[in-house]
T-cell receptor, first 117, second 111 residues
Framework: GESVGLHLPTLSVQEGDNSIINCAYS??????FIWYKQESGKGPQFIID?????DKRQGQRVTVLLNKTVKHLSLQIAATQPGDSAVYFC????????????????FGTGTQLKVEL | DAGVIQSPRHEVTEMGQEVTLRCKPI?????LFWYRQTMMRGLELLIY????????DSGMPEDRFSAKMPNASFSTLKIQPSEPRDSAVYFC?????????FGPGTRLTVT
């Protein structure tokens, strides 16, 4: 079946550097994508989302890029801080019929981001 | 707002016992979701409700699992009988118009 996958299971960066977390998806019908951050012992926390009619969206210190041609999603974190250390998940709404924020999300396996001081 | 509230935070039980997980969604949210997270399978959607009505339970692994939402402020996920392979972290999430807000999860261990 189609699924969302991540290229790198662990990413280590120096504090202050920029981080880039990548995600590949295979369902061309997916119309909505979300990045979540999960800290140890906590539930996933929404970071930023993007619809398939966009290729870039910016938030506070974060940017999501969507390349539909190669079915690739990335999360860029500027000036990475120790508090950014967590597991990051991408999720897609594969239904093709977007209702609000998407209900049947498919989550990737996650990338562990480690920020070194 | 206190966010999504789940109880208990940790549950240890013996195989064959009934387990009930509880969730209080954020007030005003009309969607509620139950997820399971394991190292092997990641985060999986089990079931979701809209206005207290179950919409899609295709992710529920088998008949041992059941979920109810008797009112807009409360939902339960029940496993009967529990098995060791049910050990996981179970998350509840709620949503109104956009993003899903997750609770802190219940870590279930079945011995």
């Amino acid at each position: 079946g189609e699924s969302v996958g991540l290229h790198l299971p662990t990413l280590s960066v120096q504090e202050g550097d920029n981080s880039i977390i990548n995600c590949a998806y295979s369902n061309s019908a997916s119309d909505y994508f979300i990045w979540y951050k999960q800290e140890s012992g906590k539930g996933p926390q929404f970071i930023i989302d993007i619809r398939s009619n966009m290729d870039k969206r910016q938030g506070q210190r974060v940017t999501v890029l969507l390349n539909k041609t190669v079915k690739h999603l990335s999360l860029q974190i500027a000036a990475t801080q120790p508090g950014d250390s967590a597991v990051y998940f991408c999720a897609e709404n594969p239904g093709g019929r977007l209702t609000g924020g998407g209900n049947k999300l498919t989550f990737g396996t996650g990338t562990q981001l480690k920020v070194e001081l | 707002d206190a966010g999504v509230i789940q109880s208990p935070r940790h549950e240890v039980t013996e195989m064959g016992q009934e387990v009930t997980l509880r969730c209080k969604p954020i007030s005003g949210h009309d969607y509620l979701f139950w997820y399971r997270q394991t190292m092997m399978r990641g985060l999986e959607l089990l079931i979701y409700f809209n206005n207290n009505v179950p919409i899609d339970d295709s992710g529920m692994p088998e008949d041992r699992f059941s979920a109810k939402m008797p009112n807009a402020s409360f939902s339960t996920l029940k496993i009967q009988p529990s098995e060791p392979r049910d050990s996981a972290v179970y998350f509840c999430a709620s949503r109104s118009s956009r993003e899903q807000y997750f609770g802190p999860g219940t870590r279930l261990t079945v011995t």
